[in-house]
């Protein structure tokens, strides 16, 4: 069977940016032969590599290759090409955009919402698990809503992937391990902060964060400054405003453990049954958690 033709950028209609990191801009670009849309990751080759970050661009490109197969709850990336200057990933354009600004235009979630997210997200973060990667990012503005309003994360750039059980072991045992990484600070975890190694838990804690968020429409750590943010992280110093829900604040509490390997979810293999079977769920069929309900 003949490979199918390298596709290059003149095979695309490059639309507005539709989002923008340190190191790369995301376009809208439809494809001249299909029509179909794209969201094309265009990276500078220059950039990269004054900034040492070609690691984190393979990393990326590997970790969407592993992810891709199961396409549903991630971006999907249909191919990658080059020229001279930069570097170009063709992914899934997510047509309803990242969560924050509907979270924002909304103040919160409902607590409808807000379980089906979760549960969504939990089901996202059990796939990542089986495949041995961590996101090590996740945040609102890294999950968006495809067409029907199913969530896709996005930006594996920080990601780490434990690439065989005695990798996974030794990463486990070697927790003092120096870590220069950290993610964006409000849903950064204390392990990450104290220059130990990621774990699976490390995404659970951000889960947390982004419960909380949410329900209430702020991120649970606030403040200042990014050092301020940090210290009120380890210290695990932050309230539930009233009216929080009742069952959403005893799930919350349960993620956010200082302690890696006390969170709820944190000692379980796939799936994350300790999670699923907490009361917040209750009325989640997890077999077929059914069609999104509406963002107001
Ligand atoms: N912003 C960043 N990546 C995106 C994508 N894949 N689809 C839609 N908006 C995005």
């Known amino acids: 069977m003949t490979p199918p033709p390298k596709r290059s950028a003149s095979d695309f209609v490059f639309g507005k940016v539709i989002g923008e990191g340190s190191f790369s801009t995301v376009y809208l670009a439809k494809d001249i032969h299909t029509s179909k849309e794209f969201a094309i990751k265009v990276l500078e080759k220059r950039h990269i590599i004054r900034e040492k970050k070609m690691e984190y ?58 379980k089906y997210y979760t549960a969504e997200l939990v089901l996202a973060l059990e796939v990542l698990n089986s495949k041995g ?6 945040k609102p503005e890294n999950i968006l809503f495809d067409e029907n309003w199913h969530i896709l994360i996005t930006d594996f750039g920080s990601a780490k ?19 220069s990484f950290v993610g964006t600070a409000q849903y950064v975890s204390p392990e990450l902060l104290k220059d130990t190694e990621a774990v699976f838990a490390s995404d659970l804690w951000a889960l947390g964060c982004i419960i909380y968020q949410m329900v209430s429409g702020l991120p649970p750590f606030r403040a200042g400054s990014e050092y301020l943010i940090f210290q009120k992280i380890l210290k695990l110093e932050y309230e539930f405003p ?55």
């Not at 993620?255 to 000692?267: C, D, F, I, M, Y």
């Open 161 to 179: 992937i434990l690439s065989s059980n005695e990798d996974r072991n030794e990463d486990e045992n070697n927790k003092r391990r120096k870590n």
């Open 133 to 138: 990667i961590i996101h090590r990012d996740l």
């Open 57 to 114: 661009v393979s990393r990326e490109k590997k970790v969407l290759q592993i992810l891709s197969p199961c396409a549903s709850h991630f971006v999907r990336l249909y191919c990658t090409f080059q020229d001279p200057e930069r570097l170009y990933f063709v992914l899934t354009y997510a047509k309803n955009g990242e969560l924050l600004p509907h979270l924002n235009k909304n103040g919160s979630f409902t607590i409808e919402c807000t």
């Open 242 to 296: 009233e009216g929080f829900d009742q069952t959403a604040k005893d799930l919350v509490e349960k993620l956010l453990v200082l302690s890696p390997s006390k969170r709820l979810g944190a000692t379980d293999s796939q799936p994350y049954t300790s999670i699923r079977q907490h009361e917040f769920f209750s009325d989640i069929d997890w077999d077929n958690i059914g069609p999104p309900p509406r963002i107001i």
